[in-house]
């Protein structure tokens, strides 16, 4: 549902107050958002006409920017975004489209990736043999690290890519990462994760009205890592839809950080010391079925995680770490 906002042209005669009203209640009606909430689009309405006694016309121009919509953020974007700008259906579709980019294998993307010592051989050693490459994705995680270019929000703090097959069909897993209530079967860190947001449920779900595809919602987690007393603070945006066979099917899921009051008790608890707000600036996780095996699927992972308890020089490691153990955990709540 998105409110509008009624321009009136000066030069083009009165339109009365109730007629704008129904007007605007029309163009804000959605059966397909999950919450019954409303949400500013950020699109300027101009409705125009010559009063009831002659012709009359409705023009819609939209303002919408859609720089936050890009794996690739600038910097002075970033700080200007707010939740209702990522809830767009335009937006989030972009922001899909630049995540598959990052986490293509054919080097397209916005990031040069450099794959692990691990990793550089497992590629060297492929033989080409289907059969052999399955099971090596089966029983190992590879990894490549990488960086946006310099302007990107982000720029100095590495990103991370992963592969692997998992026990789960592409659907299945998605459903279990979107799953709030299971979130700690494959984070062993978090403290538990709430939905304070929905706009659409189910990832199969194709709204006629909006064109909204997928379940899209923000959620708030909270993560307890080893060795401090913090606890870092997460509200994010996650979407995720099936792919169609022109995106080589399967089901995506991105997630990026959003800002901002998002449930009304305050933002981050600012009282509290111990919460330190921290970013997924930009999760990608691709399911992919395996040929011959609707039980497994490939999964492909991309992670830019800003975290203010992180050291910079030790930022890649951790890295590397967490995105081998969330496969290694996903692996494992699929019982694998």
């Known amino acids: 549902m998105y409110p509008v906002r009624a321009r009136f042209s000066r030069g083009a005669g009165r339109i009365p107050a109730t007629l704008a009203l129904v007007l605007a209640v029309l163009l804000n009606s959605s059966p397909c958002d999950g919450s019954g909430e409303t949400f500013s689009?950020?699109?300027?309405y101009r409705i125009s006409g010559s009063g009831w006694g002659g012709q009359r016309s409705v023009r819609l121009a939209s303002t919408s920017v859609l720089d936050h919509s890009r794996a690739c953020v600038p910097e002075e974007t970033w700080a200007d975004m707010d939740i209702d700008a990522f809830l767009e259906p335009d937006s989030v579709d972009s922001l899909v489209r630049s995540g598959l980019e990052c986490a293509g294998m054919d080097g397209v993307g916005p990031v040069v990736w450099s794959p692990d010592k691990n990793t550089a051989k497992l590629l060297e050693g492929e033989t080409g043999d289907p059969a052999e490459w399955r099971r090596t994705l089966e029983d190992e995680v590879?990894?490549?690290?990488?960086?946006?270019?310099?302007?990107?929000?982000?720029?100095?703090?590495?990103?991370?890519?992963?592969?692997?097959?998992?026990?789960?069909?592409?659907?299945?897993?998605?459903?279990?990462?979107?799953?709030?209530?299971?979130?700690?079967?494959?984070?062993?860190?978090?403290?538990?994760?709430?939905?304070?947001?929905?706009?659409?449920?189910?990832?199969?779900?194709?709204?006629?009205?909006?064109?909204?595809r997928g379940e899209t919602k923000v959620v708030r987690n909270r993560t307890k890592p080893p060795l401090?007393?913090?606890?870092?603070?997460?509200?994010?945006?996650?979407h995720a839809r099936r792919m169609e066979a022109a995106e080589g099917g399967g089901y995506v899921l991105v997630s990026r950080a959003i800002g901002g009051d998002v449930d009304g008790d305050g933002d981050v608890d600012e009282d509290d010391a111990r919460l330190v707000r921290s970013e997924i600036m930009l999760g990608i996780n691709v399911m992919r079925p395996v040929p011959g095996f609707e039980d497994k699927c490939e999964l492909t992972a991309v992670t830019h995680v800003n975290s203010p308890l992180t050291p910079m020089m030790v930022a890649q490691k951790l890295g590397k770490k967490g995105a081998v153990d969330f496969l290694r955990d996903v692996r494992a709540a699929c019982g694998q």
């Open 142 to 212: 590879l990894v490549w690290t990488g960086k946006f270019r310099p302007g990107c929000y982000g720029a100095a703090l590495p990103v991370i890519r992963s592969r692997g097959i998992v026990g789960m069909s592409p659907r299945d897993l998605t459903e279990l990462i979107m799953d709030s209530a299971r979130v700690r079967l494959y984070n062993k860190m978090s403290l538990g994760r709430d939905d304070v947001r929905v706009v659409q449920t189910g990832v199969d779900t194709v709204c006629p009205d909006t064109g909204r």
């Open 228 to 238: 401090t007393k913090k606890t870092l603070d997460f509200v994010t945006m996650m």
């Open 41 to 44: 689009r950020r699109t300027t």
